[in-house]
């Protein structure tokens, strides 16, 4: 039989001067949490498109009824890592 096995996972971003950090936790059970950071520069975050952004992009987008070819943005997953974002 097994237990419930609640799993808590957070990420922490952080922008700064020279960039952004991300702070990963993970926490399972009873086990200590268990963090990994790790930062971006400004040059590879140029152009970032973030989830609250991307959300009022598709919204302009709907309105305006049309879709620009080829629309790509560097975006950041679920996980903290850099990804892209097509449309």
């Known amino acids: ?3 419930p096995h ?3 996972k957070t990420v922490h ?3 700064h001067e ?3 950090t991300v702070t990963r936790t993970l926490q399972e059970g009873e086990a200590e949490p268990q963090s990994l950071g790790f930062s971006y520069s400004r040059a590879k975050l140029r152009g970032l498109l973030l989830e609250g952004a991307s959300l ?5 987008l709907a309105c ?3 879709m620009p070819p080829d629309l790509v943005f560097p ?3 679920t996980e903290g890592d850099l990804c892209t974002s097509s449309y």
């Open 75 to 77: 975006a950041m997953n």
């Open 64 to 66: 305006r009824q049309t």
């Open 1 to 3: 039989q097994l237990r």
């Open 56 to 60: 009022l992009l598709l919204r302009l």
């Open 18 to 20: 020279h960039g952004m």
């Open 13 to 15: 971003i952080v922008s």
């Open 6 to 8: 609640p799993t808590v």
